[in-house]
Structure formats: structure tokens, C-alpha cells
């Protein structure tokens, strides 16, 4: 159960936009690096920093998205609009918990020896 996917604003169009056209991309060409990483390592140079970036990007949607689904907006009377039940609340908040955490990890895996000595 998702709160927001029968809403009849803009936020879900545009939470799916973004995973549809950035997101995914990501995930591929991700799988890809760690696939072919080992035969051509100086073609994915550009690798580390995307991570940073999808890192952040994930981070900040899955706050807004994930904190803003937990209670009910109360200047806003909208009669679609329901926050997370009890019975869906650990499944909803620990998958997006999940979609929050794992691109920090990874981030930091990726990361963490490729730092330009000289400029930290």
C-alpha cells in the first residue's frame, strides 16, 4: 500500500517520473560497471561520482516522500488522500527505508578508495 499512487495531484506522477527516467538508468548501467568492471576499469571513471549523486538524489526523495506519507497534511481537504495504515506500516516505511539506505551503502563502497588525496 502505497498512500500516494491514487492521489490525484502531481507529487506521484513526478516520484515515478523521476525513478522511470533516472533511476533505472542508473540501476542498469550500475549493474553493468560491476559486471564488466574487471576488463575495461578506466571506461567507468565517471562511475564513482554518479553514485554520489544517485546517493543524494535517493536520500532526498525518499525522505520527502516517506516522511510526507506518514500523517495526514492538515491544510489540504482532500478525499483521496489517507496516510499509511497500522497493518501496511512496516511494509510501506521498511521498503522505503530500504530504497533510502542501500544507495548510502553503496555509495560508500564505491566511494571510499576512490578519494583524490591531494584535495581532501
Known amino acids: 500500500y502505497e ?10 506522477l ?3 517520473l523521476i525513478y522511470a527516467f533516472y533511476f533505472i538508468p542508473y540501476y542498469y548501467s550500475a549493474i553493468n560497471v560491476l559486471i564488466f568492471n ?5 571506461k567507468f571513471e565517471w562511475f564513482p561520482d554518479w553514485t554520489m549523486v544517485h546517493a543524494g538524489a535517493a536520500a532526498q526523495a525518499q525522505f520527502s516522500y516517506l516522511f510526507s506519507s506518514l500523517h495526514n497534511p492538515p491544510l489540504v ?6 496516510a499509511i495504515p497500522s497493518d501496511n506500516w512496516l511494509i ?4 522505503n527505508s530500504l530504497l533510502a539506505i542501500v544507495p548510502q551503502f553503496f555509495a560508500f563502497r564505491v566511494c ?6 591531494d584535495f581532501y
Open 3 to 12: 498512500p500516494y499512487i491514487l492521489n490525484e495531484s502531481g507529487f506521484p
Open 112 to 117: 571510499g578508495g576512490h578519494r583524490d588525496r
Open 92 to 95: 510501506t516505511v521498511g521498503l
Open 77 to 82: 481537504s482532500d478525499s483521496t488522500w489517507s
Open 38 to 42: 574487471d576488463q575495461e576499469s578506466t
Open 14 to 16: 513526478v516520484q515515478i
